[in-house]
Each structure stands twice: as structure tokens, then as C-alpha cells.
């Protein structure tokens, strides 16, 4: 006999629901060569423009060792790219290539064909609340405040500058 969802723990529930929109998500990217870790990255790299690996591991809210592993077959695909800093500068900095930027925007299009799975601005709104509440250091005060126009018309809520509003 199967169990009932309503008994499930609050951490069963999320894992498997966010186990289930990734698959089902990741079979639709799969079309284009990409996952929704990749997209993740790419739209990071798109919309900030390149930065040093631990600052995007940081946006992402990954370890480091997590988002090299990730840039090495990034890059073997062509999707990302290492572009070297201003001069009298040293290290080398993330960046989007030509080909991330076509297939980012090939996901996006796969995106518009209702791939969010049925999560609306309300649930959207409550994850981000739960995310922010629960990274290190994190306060009651710091804490999503949603704008109440911001909730019922799909666009996500209020999100400091520099920091990335979607799973990372």
C-alpha cells in the first residue's frame, strides 16, 4: 500500500516535488543539450557578465568544488568560456560563449511552452521566503518581503540587487 502524501514530513515533500519538476524540466532541455543546472549558470553568466568562479558558485548557492565539476563539461561543450581579466589584473573570469548564448536562448523558448510545472507566482514566492530563511546567517528581518502587486501577476517578488531569485 502506498503512503499517503499528507503524512509525508515537510522534507520528504520538498525533495520529491523538487525531484519531479527537475525531471520533468530536464526532459524538455534535454532537446537542446541542456539541464536546468546549465540554464542556471548560463543565465548568471548572461545577465552579470563574466565573474571569477567563486563568485558565481556563491550567486548559485553551490560549493565551488560542485560548480568546477560543472564549468570543466560546460566548457567541453562549448557553452562557457575563460576570458582573462582587465590588465595588471591576474586570475581569469567565467563567461557565456557564443553557442551558451543560442542554446540559453533555444531553453528559453522551450520555457515559454509552460515548463514552470504548475508553479504559480504564490508557491514561487513562498520557495524564495523558505530559501532566504533558511541560508546561513540568515535573520527574521532579512527575510523575502513580497510586494503585494508583485504576487499575482507572475513576476517574482522583490530580490536584492546581485542576488539570483531562481534555485541555483
Do not use: C, F, H
Not at 499528507?6 to 532537446?31: C, F, H, I, M, Y
Not at 548568471?44 to 548559485?60: N, T
Not at 504548475?118 to 541560508?135: F, M
Amino acid at each position: 500500500m502506498m503512503q499517503n502524501e499528507g503524512d509525508w514530513e515537510p522534507v520528504r515533500l520538498l525533495s520529491t516535488a523538487a525531484r519531479l519538476v527537475r525531471r520533468q524540466v530536464d526532459n524538455k532541455l534535454r532537446a537542446v543539450g541542456l539541464t536546468q543546472e546549465r540554464v542556471t549558470v548560463l543565465r548568471v553568466l548572461l545577465v552579470d557578465g563574466p565573474m571569477r568562479r567563486a563568485e558565481l558558485a556563491r550567486r548559485l548557492r553551490v560549493t565551488a568544488q560542485t560548480l568546477g565539476t560543472a564549468l570543466v563539461s560546460m566548457a567541453g561543450q562549448g557553452l562557457v568560456e575563460e576570458v582573462a581579466i582587465a590588465a595588471g589584473k591576474s586570475g581569469r573570469l567565467m563567461a557565456i560563449s557564443e553557442r551558451g548564448q543560442k542554446l540559453l536562448a533555444d531553453a528559453e523558448n522551450l520555457e515559454q511552452d509552460n515548463s514552470t510545472v504548475g508553479i504559480g507566482p504564490e508557491l514561487r514566492a513562498e520557495l524564495i521566503t523558505l530559501i532566504r530563511s533558511l541560508e546561513p546567517g540568515a535573520t527574521t528581518q532579512e527575510a523575502m518581503v513580497l510586494r503585494p502587486e508583485s504576487v499575482g501577476n507572475g513576476s517574482s517578488p522583490t530580490v536584492p540587487a546581485g542576488e539570483q531569485a531562481g534555485p541555483g
